[in-house]
């Protein structure tokens, strides 16, 4: 099968399309034949051998994807050969097929297409977590998201609409800013050029934002706090900016306010049901219509050098996604 290998961390230039063996089925597992994988953040970290997780190598990257179960392993109930499913791994999924185990596989609706489903689990169910279970948001809260267009940005900026909030986005571009606004953003704030902690203040009425969506850190997040609601969240997803910030400890002391970390991943392994029930809710609302998972540019394997470019230089918007099978 072809496949993108990472024989040795370092660059995402160093990675080569191969034609490889195709993994083995353990009990346990599924082999899905890949329609559709999404790139994340966390793919380029792993590449580089910066992520938390370090795969031994070489390794196949890719955290997510969907497409068509064609055979189930030893002890695995609730597939058949033939389902349409997505997946989230730690890797393996740029590849035209990959094996799972069947705890991390969920049958998707099927108005859902394999690429909004590749790309759907990191970016929504993340945001969904982090509003639902960590920031408890309530429907006529104001919900302030940095990196507003980007992947669990846009996300959020939907879901905090489908959740009654107010949302306010905060973005590097005006073509950013518009596109947070056609995914339902009702304020927008262009941080590259504006005051962020001014403009969110002037928006509230002087009260700032009940909570922070942050997966961006750098200096926008102490910026960002400075203008938090009394009693507010500051959800801290990641640092895509690359800086990690340090925050005095006055700061949320004065507003009665909570810095709230969010762990995906650690909260889908350790509470499943509460994850499978985010799960199905986002299908729900993307039946209804109220989600619109907005992928803006799809790749063939072979040119993985210019997704992955789109990605760490700030461009992507919404969902990147690579097409193993060519689309
Ligand atoms: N905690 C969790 O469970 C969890 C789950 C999923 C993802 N994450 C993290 O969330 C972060 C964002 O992931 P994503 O997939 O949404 O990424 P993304 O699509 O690239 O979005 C990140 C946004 O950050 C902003 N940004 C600011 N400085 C940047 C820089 N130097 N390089 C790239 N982007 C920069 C960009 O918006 P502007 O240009 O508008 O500033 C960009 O749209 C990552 O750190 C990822 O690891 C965490």
């Given at each position: 099968m072809k496949a993108i290998?990472?024989?040795?961390?370092?660059?995402?230039?160093?990675?080569?399309?191969?034609?490889?063996?195709?993994?083995?089925?353990?009990?346990?597992t599924?082999?899905?034949?890949?329609?559709?994988?999404?790139?994340?953040?966390?793919?380029?970290?792993?590449?580089?051998g910066q992520y938390q997780f370090k795969p031994p190598l070489p390794f196949v990257p890719g955290g997510e994807g969907?497409?068509?179960?064609?055979?189930?392993?030893?002890?695995?109930?609730?597939?058949?050969?033939?389902?349409?499913?997505?997946?989230?791994?730690?890797?393996?999924?740029?590849?035209?097929?990959?094996?799972?185990?069947?705890?991390k596989?969920?049958?998707?609706?099927?108005?859902?297409?394999?690429?909004?489903?590749?790309?759907?689990?990191?970016?929504?169910?993340?945001?969904?977590?982090?509003?639902?279970?960590?920031?408890?948001l309530q429907a006529g809260e104001t919900l302030l998201v940095l990196g507003a267009a980007g992947g669990v940005g846009l996300a959020t900026v939907e879901l905090g609409k489908a959740m009654g909030a107010r949302v306010i986005a905060a973005a590097?571009?005006?073509?950013?800013?518009?596109?947070?606004?056609?995914?339902?953003?009702?304020?927008?704030?262009?941080?590259?050029?504006?005051?962020?902690?001014?403009?969110?203040?002037?928006?509230?009425?002087?009260?700032?934002?009940?909570?922070?969506?942050?997966?961006?850190?750098?200096?926008?997040?102490?910026?960002?706090?400075?203008?938090?609601?009394?009693?507010g969240r500051h959800l801290v997803i990641g640092f895509a900016a690359g800086e990690i910030p340090r925050l005095a400890l006055n700061l949320p002391l004065l507003k009665g306010a909570s810095i709230v970390g969010v762990f995906w991943g650690a909260f889908a392994a350790r509470e499943p049901a509460?994850?499978?029930?985010?799960?199905?809710?986002?299908?729900r609302w993307f039946e209804e219509g109220r989600i619109r998972p907005h992928v803006s540019a799809r790749y063939r394997l072979e040119d993985f050098p210019a997704a992955f470019r789109d990605l760490s230089q700030r461009r992507a918007t919404g969902k990147i996604i690579l097409l193993p099978s060519g689309g």
């Open positions: 290998v990472c024989r040795e961390f370092g660059p995402e230039e160093n990675l080569k399309v191969e034609e490889i063996e195709p993994p083995a089925l353990k009990p346990g599924v082999r899905i034949a890949v329609e559709a994988a999404g790139l994340n953040f966390p793919d380029l970290l792993c590449v580089r969907a497409g068509i179960v064609q055979e189930i392993g030893e002890g695995v109930e609730g597939f058949s050969p033939g389902d349409r499913v997505l997946f989230t791994e730690l890797a393996g999924a740029f590849a035209e097929q990959t094996v799972v185990t069947a705890d596989v969920v049958k998707i609706p099927d108005s859902m297409p394999f690429d909004v489903a590749a790309g759907l689990t990191i970016v929504y169910a993340t945001s969904i977590h982090a509003l639902r279970q960590r920031a408890r590097s571009s005006p073509e950013k800013l518009a596109l947070a606004r056609e995914h339902g953003a009702d304020e927008g704030i262009d941080y590259a050029r504006e005051d962020l902690k001014a403009r969110v203040k002037e928006l509230t009425g002087g009260r700032g934002a009940d909570v922070i969506y942050d997966p961006v850190g750098g200096d926008y997040s102490e910026a960002a706090f400075r203008a938090i609601a009394w009693e509460a994850h499978a029930e985010n799960m199905q809710m986002l299908f």
